[in-house]
């Protein structure tokens, strides 16, 4: 499988706390994007980071990548009960072929 | 319309049956892309178009065909379903192949019994 692999598969928290889930990657890479699906729903895009980017931000959003370690985190800071969903990291490879390849997500509860 | 739509919301479907999966974007995209979403297994690429007039295969591409006649339209054929296509399946469109965000479809829930 050419899937990425996501770390934790599951995470619960308390309203407030910080968030961090892992993504690793098999192949090199143009860019990382960070997705998240509510129950039930599509999946929305958060955040993209280049191959030649360390660190984004965007709002309690922070997306670290480690091209060396095939490796990317998402830091999700002061955590709401609405943050609850699940969330995909998904790697665009340098082949450019256009295909995103995802990994298996994270689901994330934040409790009230 | 605004993104995209997709069309039935769900289905249960008899073994056997042909069914067509729609999929709809008013975003003037060029590349679309079907994804089926299983349990434990993520989001895995079906096939995918970079533009009109144009297909190719993903990971799983095996019972399923498509069509891109149009910028706007790509429906997803399975011509004769299995209960092991019951799954979640998504359309997902962006600007150009290769690069930058994907937009994703609502999902059509399909159970083939």
């Known amino acids: 499988s050419q899937q990425g692999e996501e770390d934790p598969q599951a995470l619960s928290i308390q309203e407030g706390e910080n968030a961090t889930m892992n993504c690793s990657y098999k192949t090199s890479i143009n860019n990382l994007q960070w997705y998240r699906q509510n129950s039930g729903r599509g999946l929305v895009h958060l955040i993209l980071i280049r191959s030649n980017e360390r660190e984004k931000h965007s709002g309690r959003l922070r997306v670290t990548l480690d091209t060396s370690k095939k490796s990317s985190s998402l830091l999700i800071t002061a955590s709401r009960a609405a943050d609850t969903a699940s969330y995909f990291c998904?790697?665009?490879?340098?082949?450019?072929?256009?295909?995103?390849?995802f990994g298996q997500g994270t689901t994330l509860q934040v409790k009230p | 319309i605004a993104g995209i739509t997709q069309a039935p919301t769900s289905q249960i479907l008899a073994a056997g049956r042909r069914m067509t999966l729609r999929c709809t974007q008013d975003m003037r995209h060029n590349a679309m892309y079907w994804y089926r979403q299983d349990l434990g297994l993520g989001l895995r690429l079906i096939h995918y178009s970079n533009t009109a007039g144009t297909t190719g295969k993903g990971e799983v591409p095996d019972g399923y065909s498509v069509s891109r006649a149009n910028t706007d339209d790509f429906p997803l054929t399975l011509a004769s379903a299995v209960p092991s296509q019951t799954s979640v399946y998504f359309c997902?469109?962006?600007?150009?192949?290769?690069?930058?965000?994907?937009?994703f479809g609502p999902g059509t829930r399909l159970t083939v019994l």
């Open positions: 998904a790697s665009h490879g340098s082949s450019n072929t256009g295909k995103l390849i």
């Open positions: 997902a469109s962006s600007a150009r192949e290769g690069m930058g965000e994907q937009f």
